[in-house]
């Protein structure tokens, strides 16, 4: 494996300096928390203590693991932040202007086999065909890697068409309840401001059968339906969320679970983060995907893993993953935490 130059560098620097106990406690500490790498690579979400071989593990960890989110000129970035005391109100950022447009042609991939969307395996083969937009979005507001991810593990099993199980109204990609959906500019398949809607949830239960799980029919009745728009929200809510608490203690952690009211949420969103980004666990998917497949042709070819995801990814342009590609871009990290 090969790390980079820059990111040697970074760990001598900081390992020189704990050593010195120079930057222990502001720098150092202050860098994992704020990238989110206590979330991602294990450090303790509010150490008491001033251990510094706990400290050097995680950066060890972060930069051994080129999926965890290790940023470029992050002490540039903290000192822009620490400058910035303006707070964004994510809900009143604009609803991205995207809709289904056909630039890839939709491929027949009624054939292929997955595993039941309940096992940790299925879920993960299911999320990954979205990762192309939850990167996007990452980016867009820089959350930690991989973040996104896991909640549509957590969510929806990585199934834009399945709601929320009790019927109560949450929806997409990443469940969002009808309420915080308004509040965040989504329009929904009836006007509702409730927390819990459950004549919603059948109306979306009917609408989702009537169109046969196609989600080009689905977006016209539903905002929640639309993979960036539903994601993007999320990502939206789960900004002002982490902006909501003490600026000393901030806490991806919390935010999680203050997004579905679950003190045990975050675990469950990291661990599926974790296994996303462990190359082990990539090698086991894939394979379980490629000898359920091995006899399925797909355009004159045999199907393989990295084959299917690359069709779902040219296949999201369809919902306008090029034009916020490049709105991000012009955005300049306007929106990043």
Partial sequence: MIISLRLVGKFCYYYQNIKNRKVFNTNLRSYIRMEGLETLVGL???PRDQNRRTVLIALIGALANPGIFLPDEAHARMEVRQQNTTKIDYSKIPLPHVTYKQIVKEQNLAGISLPDSVTEIGRVQRALRWSNITEAVENRYRIPRRCLLGMVCAESEGDPTQPNASGDGGAGLIHMQPRASTQYGLRLIS???KLVDYEQGKLLRRAIQEAGGDLRKLIR????????KNIDAAARILCDLYLSQNHRNRSWHRALNMYAGRPTYSS?????????SSKNFRR???FNFNSANKDVIIGSRIINFRRYLQIFHEQNRNFGLDLYSKMVKAERGMYCI
Avoid: G, M
Wanted: proline share 12%; charged share 40%; glycine share 0%.
């Fill in 221 to 228: 009745y539903d905002d929640r339906f639309h993979p960036i």
């Fill in 268 to 276: 469950k969103v990291v661990d599926y983060a974790r296994k996303i």
């Fill in 284 to 286: 086991v998917v894939e």
């Fill in 44 to 46: 303790p979400e509010e």
């Fill in 191 to 193: 006007p509702s401001t």
